[in-house]
């Protein structure tokens, strides 16, 4: 905080009490980056020369939106910006603060502004914020009241207000790759801060394996590692060692990243399908464990291959949409863990089947006609002529029935007027529908031949 910031805020801010030095603070918290330079990671916005860097650097900084995984260090370098700055820093909760709240701070900022001073606002977890919480924001924002810092593990297109959204720049956070992760770690063993002072023995492969289980996290990374050494072997020396069988313990469930009502949920899925539909067997089995392993329901999935057998396969293997459904049944009838390799064989048939989009081509663009020609009315030949007085009216006058001829064809026309010439499937040469499109071709040179004088017929 600069100098002659009014001291209240702090206290708005934190509750300090007279016993806080005496509890220890966990090692992720002890060892957070105060500068550039200790902080590792996010190499495309930090990196020399880089578009946040400059900013920070030079005291350019404008409202802004760090949008990441957890623990890539979207707090962290909020609090690095507050140290560079030159302006007040408010470190705002989404969860615990009301609107009276957010009306306090931001009039109390919009006075600092009257004398000079910039205030910077920090919001963890803005997308909790509700529209009329964001809301508050936007006058302060727009008058330069306060420069917003939001950090949220939400995408903001979905979770923050749009004329919030549009005066704040999104900045992306990644997850740290496990060469970085791994940089944290053996800082951990080094500074004083973290166990620098110790005497601890452990491998530079459990370092690596920490890495690896963090998936990214950088907090996870360091909650794992103290925990394993708490965990350690004291010896009689007092040094700790680290066995692998406590490493094992200590990881012996991986958290994978994966939120079902979050946007990783919708990301994950996606990328399930699309290695389906590019024929991809071995990422289709990976993104199927991944769900499934952090907990997805399989009915969820199973119901999604069902779609895809459809939507992607179609008349190519018609076989594929039995496999989906048999799949289905079978996660219905036994349950995780047993299902997982009835849904392995389904990813694994509807990567490997013929593709065709056919079927969905086919209805969007009848959905389309449906949707802008909704006063189309249904030929009175094919109209049920039930009553005396629709029969008299011409409904069903001229039904031809398809059975009682030779070839079990008509010419009958069954769509309106005004669409008569539309073509809605299209089959392609994929798998078995080569077969079927070579069927619709003689149905229509068929039709076409016994055309009615003026009646066109593709």
């Known amino acids: ?85 030159k302006a007040a820093f408010i470190d705002f909760s989404a969860v615990t603060s009301s609107i009276k709240d957010i009306r306090a701070v931001m009039y109390k900022a919009e006075e600092n502004r009257q004398y000079g001073e910039k205030t910077i606002v920090f919001v963890d977890e803005i997308h909790r ?58 800082h951990a063993m080094q500074d004083e801060r973290g166990f620098g002072g110790q005497k601890i023995e452990i491998a530079d492969r459990m370092l690596e394996a920490i890495a690896v289980f963090a998936n990214g996290d950088a907090r996870t990374a360091l909650s794992t590692l103290e925990m394993v050494v708490l965990n350690g072997n004291v010896q009689a020396d007092g040094s700790i060692q680290v066995t692998p069988e406590t490493l094992e313990q200590c990881t012996a469930k991986k958290s994978l990243l994966y939120d079902k009502n979050g946007e990783e949920h919708y990301n994950i899925i996606s990328a399930l399908h699309k290695s389906m539909r590019n024929s991809d067997p071995d990422a289709a089995v990976y993104w199927l464990a991944r769900m499934l392993e952090a907990g997805e329901d399989p009915l969820y999935v199973a119901r999604r291959i069902t779609r895809f057998a459809s939507e992607d396969i179609g008349l190519a293997d018609p076989r594929a949409l039995e496999i989906a459904v048999a799949a289905y049944q079978a996660c219905h009838f036994i349950g995780m863990p047993e299902c997982t390799v009835h849904l392995t064989q389904a990813v694994v048939y509807m990567s490997l089947a013929p593709k065709s989009n056919a079927l969905y081509t086919a209805y969007e663009a009848a959905k389309r006609d449906a949707v802008t020609q909704l006063a189309e009315p249904v030929p009175l030949v094919i109209r049920n002529g039930v009553t005396k007085l629709m029969k008299e009216v011409g409904y069903g006058d001229g039904y031809q029935y398809a059975h009682n001829t030779a070839d079990k064809l008509t010419d009958m026309q069954c769509l309106p007027d005004a669409l008569l010439d539309r073509e809605y499937y299209v089959p392609t040469e994929q798998g078995l529908e080569a077969r079927y499109k070579e069927r619709l071709s003689k149905i229509k040179q068929w039709k076409a031949s016994r055309a009615h004088p003026g009646q066109s017929r593709k």
């Open 129 to 186: 914020f509700n529209k009329a919480q964001q809301d508050a924001f936007l006058p302060f924002v727009e008058k330069g009241s306060i420069i917003l810092i939001g950090a949220t593990t939400e995408n903001p297109s979905f979770e923050i207000n749009g004329a919030l959204l549009s005066r704040c720049k999104v900045f992306v956070l990644q997850i740290l790759r496990s060469e970085e992760l791994l940089v944290l770690l053996h």
């Open 1 to 85: 905080m600069s100098e002659g910031a009014p001291a209240e805020r702090s206290d708005r801010v934190e509750q300090h009490t007279l016993f806080e030095n005496d509890v220890p603070q966990p090692l992720a918290a002890r060892l957070r980056p105060q500068t550039l330079a200790e902080y590792v990671g996010q190499t495309q916005l930090l990196g020399p020369g880089k578009v946040l860097r400059r900013l920070i650097e030079k005291d350019q900084v404008s409202s802004m939106i760090f949008w990441g995984p957890p623990g890539v260090g979207k707090t962290t370098l909020a609090r690095i910006i507050a140290n560079h700055t």
